[in-house]
């Protein structure tokens, strides 16, 4: 990447993802990056800077949530791009197809409640040291949507205390405060953990939308910060290497 | 030909809210001797093959794979001398 051009997002479209259009908006048009569809029966990215898993119902949920996606044939080269330490973001089924193909530890069981629950819900910034958080501050509550009936984060107790002593844990469901109760919890996740990162910080995949919470005209915009965290970082490393 | 039929279920150690609600749908009927439920799914699947040890080695194999995800789930199988109709 040139660091005087744009960042180049690559969004992968399963058959049921229905938050590509939202990612491409919210890249495209408010962060005025390069925003890019790819069709999941593609073999290779292309040129990209940033892979985006959207969220949506890929294969309509079908066995579990991500289980079907994971082997579309994009998903060889999303595997190797994320080896290779580019940036990938998944969110909502996003993550769910991240902790399918291995990407990312734990997984994503039914919401404890039985409910799909779609609405504002608090995190806060549990490592502002990730690429996807460097325009936030450790603490920081961000306000932003969520929308499903599986972000119910599942891991053993043992890789638990792994990821919090690799600070992979980015975010938590929390109050306005920045409290975290079993009440700021929509979906009974462990630890109320809201979006975790790879162990090379270059994944993260998180169930809050953020794309949802980047446009002024829609009322909330603290989702911009996650994108804009994103390119500030890569045009960051660019300038650095 | 043989026929697989597989059951896969949540591992013991991971809440299953619905087999939950269902086993307070069976008290509500009165059968209070009735405990633990848990939900599963049932799969069933021919295998195109005439050695009974392939078989049930594509069929692990397929578990293990893509049927069950073994941080949630564990699976178990039979399998069966099946005529197509």
């Known amino acids: 990447m040139n660091h005087s051009s744009r960042l180049k997002f690559g969004i992968v479209v399963f058959p049921g993802s229905n938050c590509d259009h939202d990612a491409h908006y919210a890249t495209g048009k408010i962060l005025q990056q390069d925003a890019r569809f790819i069709w999941h029966k593609e073999g290779s990215l292309g040129d990209v800077d940033v892979v985006i898993l959207p969220g949506g119902f890929s294969y309509g949920d079908y066995l579990r949530c991500g289980a079907i996606a994971r082997f579309s044939p994009i998903m060889k080269d999303v595997v190797r791009f994320a080896k290779a330490g580019g940036a990938v973001l998944g969110i909502c089924n996003g993550f769910q197809i991240l902790t399918e193909a291995g990407l990312l530890p734990g997984v994503l069981l039914r919401n404890a409640s039985l409910q799909f629950v779609c609405k504002y819900v608090c995190v806060r910034v549990e490592n502002a040291e990730t690429r996807f958080t460097s325009k936030c501050r450790n603490g920081e509550v961000l306000e932003i949507p969520i929308a499903h009936g599986d972000g119910n984060y599942f891991i053993e107790s043992d890789e638990l205390k792994r990821l919090e002593d690799n600070r992979q844990i980015v975010f938590r469901y929390c109050d306005g405060e920045g409290k975290i109760s079993k009440a700021s919890n929509p979906n009974g996740a462990m630890s109320n953990i809201a979006g975790v990162v790879n162990t090379t910080g270059n994944v993260l995949g998180m169930m809050p939308h953020p794309e949802r919470a980047s446009d002024p005209a829609l009322g909330h915009t603290d989702g911009r910060k996650i994108l804009d965290s994103v390119v500030e970082s890569l045009v960051l490393q660019t300038v650095l290497t | ?85």
Do not use: W
């Open chain 2, 1 to 85: 030909m043989y026929q697989s039929k597989i059951v896969v279920t949540f591992r013991r150690s991971i809440l299953d809210p619905q087999g939950k609600a269902v086993e307070n749908g069976i008290h509500s009927l009165g059968f209070d001797k009735v405990r633990d439920v848990r939900i599963g799914k049932f799969i069933e699947m021919d295998v195109y093959t005439a050695n009974r040890t392939e078989a049930e080695q594509i069929t692990k194999e397929v578990c293990e794979k893509l049927l069950a995800n073994p941080i949630m789930e564990d699976f178990s199988f039979t399998v069966e001398n099946h005529k197509h109709p």
